[in-house]
């Protein structure tokens, strides 16, 4: 299957099931509405940031090159649309089919402004999600690279022991020392 119908597809998911438990819940406490919707609102954008976000490293981790990477942008916007026109009919659907009343306009609707807004509501956050996976990635690689490798002990050499820090060949000063006659400045 192919990654952006199976972004897609379990977004749709996501997104219907919130719905339908939306409406549910809308029901038995109609004074919450507004919480419940911001609630559910958050449940969608905060799954399409993780995937993105695991999208993001696992992208960068596979090409450190950033011009090799995969393309995302293509990948996620096809993702939403996937959700906002499936998600907006299988919408619709449940609240055709079912007692639960989902709170859907019409078919119409939900295929066009419906799905627009899903859309955005999955695409922008998986975007930003992607870019800071990969900053993160590339940050900790910049890290590695700059921290030089530790120096490889002898085989044999007592670990702890004088001897396996000193030798008589290595060379003990690190600066040369100051010599205040050597140019006569005295």
């Known amino acids: 299957m192919k990654p952006w119908l199976t ?9 219907v099931l919130v719905r339908v438990l939306l409406g549910a819940a809308l029901v038995q406490w109609p004074l919450q509405g507004s919480v419940l919707r911001w609630g559910g609102l958050l449940v969608v954008v905060f799954v399409a940031l993780i995937w993105g976000g695991i999208d993001g490293i696992r992208d960068r981790r596979a090409n450190p090159d950033p011009d090799r990477g995969a393309d995302l942008t293509m990948l996620w916007l096809k993702a939403g649309a996937i959700t906002g026109l499936l998600g907006g009919f299988l919408t619709w659907l449940v609240d055709a089919i079912t007692p639960i009343p989902v ?15 899903t ?11 992607v870019t800071v996976g990969r900053l993160l990635v590339r940050r900790e690689q910049a890290n590695s690279a700059e921290q030089p490798a530790p120096e490889p002990v002898p085989v044999g050499a007592a670990v702890g022991t004088e001897a396996a820090w000193s030798s008589d060949d290595s060379p003990t000063e690190v600066f040369p020392a100051i010599d205040p006659d050597r140019d006569g400045r005295r």
């Not at 972004?7 to 997104?15: A, E, N, P, S």
């Open 7 to 15: 972004r897609g597809l379990g977004l749709t998911l996501v997104h």
């Open 119 to 129: 859309v955005l509501l999955v695409f922008l956050p998986a975007m930003l999600a």
């Open 103 to 117: 709170g859907v306009k019409s078919l119409f609707f939900e295929l066009t402004s419906g799905a627009a807004f």
